[in-house]
């Protein structure tokens, strides 16, 4: 189904391919209902430890982040210490749009599009850095998409199959509807 941990007491499964496989509208709903209940009731103390775990309790703890909370966001994404945790620390991101949050995958891209060697979560951090450019109307995102640009650099010279800044801006706007959804529900009766 997706990447689980237990977190404060609950086993979570968070992520973009959990949503889709959700066949039924009412089992969307109640996913979405306990995933939001629990995201209000989680604190940071219970989010601190699977952050230091693999990446797929790292997502989760990124989901539940990403509906109620931002603690360590920033911090992990340019860490990035895990592939594919990234994903969900940019979906966070996103969700909560600040222009802080803005900063933080641009720091993320400044880092890591210079380094090909490393291919962790540039792809998503670069979806999540269009979407939010768009949403706040900055006009950032020229610097690294232009021919010359470190993005065009970064797919010239690293092995990645997403070369298309824009490819993931569809998934990133799925988890964020989908977290609105999630967070809608927990307040209906």
Same mark, same amino acid.
């Given at each position: 189904?997706?990447?689980?941990?237990?977190?404060?007491?609950? *086993?979570?499964?968070?992520?973009?391919?959990?949503? *889709?496989?959700?066949?039924?509208?009412?089992?969307?709903?109640? #996913?979405?209902?306990?995933?939001?209940?629990?995201?209000?009731?989680? *604190?940071?103390?219970? /989010?601190?430890?699977?952050?230091?775990?693999?990446?797929?309790?790292?997502?989760?703890? +990124?989901?539940?982040?990403?509906?109620? &909370?931002?603690?360590?966001?920033?911090?992990?994404?340019?860490?990035?210490?895990?592939?594919? +945790?990234?994903?969900?620390?940019? #979906?966070?991101?996103?969700?909560?749009?600040?222009?802080?949050?803005?900063? /933080?995958?641009?720091?993320?891209?400044?880092?890591?599009?210079?380094?090909?060697? !490393?291919?962790?979560?540039?792809?998503? +951090?670069?979806?999540? #850095? !269009?979407?939010?450019? +768009? &949403? /706040?109307?900055?006009?950032?995102?020229?610097?690294? /998409?232009?021919?010359?640009?470190?993005?065009?650099?970064? *797919?010239?010279?690293?092995?990645?199959?997403?070369?298309?800044?824009?490819?993931?801006?569809?998934?990133?706007?799925?988890?964020?509807? #989908?977290?609105?959804?999630?967070?809608?529900?927990?307040?209906?009766?």
């Amino acid at each position: 189904m997706g990447p689980c941990a237990t977190i404060g007491g609950n *086993t979570h499964s968070a992520s973009s391919s959990t949503v *889709t496989s959700l066949p039924a509208p009412a089992e969307r709903s109640a #996913f979405a209902r306990a995933l939001a209940a629990d995201a209000r009731q989680i *604190t940071a103390d219970d /989010l601190r430890e699977p952050f230091g775990y693999e990446w797929r309790a790292q997502l989760t703890a +990124a989901w539940l982040a990403g509906l109620d &909370r931002r603690e360590r966001i920033g911090e992990l994404l340019l860490a990035s210490k895990l592939c594919r +945790a990234g994903k969900g620390f940019c #979906f966070a991101l996103t969700r909560s749009g600040t222009q802080q949050d803005a900063q /933080l995958p641009v720091d993320c891209l400044d880092r890591y599009l210079a380094r090909p060697d !490393l291919m962790y979560d540039q792809h998503w +951090a670069m979806a999540a #850095f !269009l979407c939010l450019d +768009a &949403r /706040l109307g900055a006009g950032h995102a020229s610097p690294f /998409l232009g021919p010359s640009g470190a993005w065009q650099r970064w *797919t010239a010279a690293a092995a990645t199959p997403v070369t298309d800044p824009g490819s993931l801006r569809p998934q990133i706007g799925m988890m964020c509807s #989908f977290a609105e959804h999630c967070m809608r529900s927990v307040d209906e009766p």
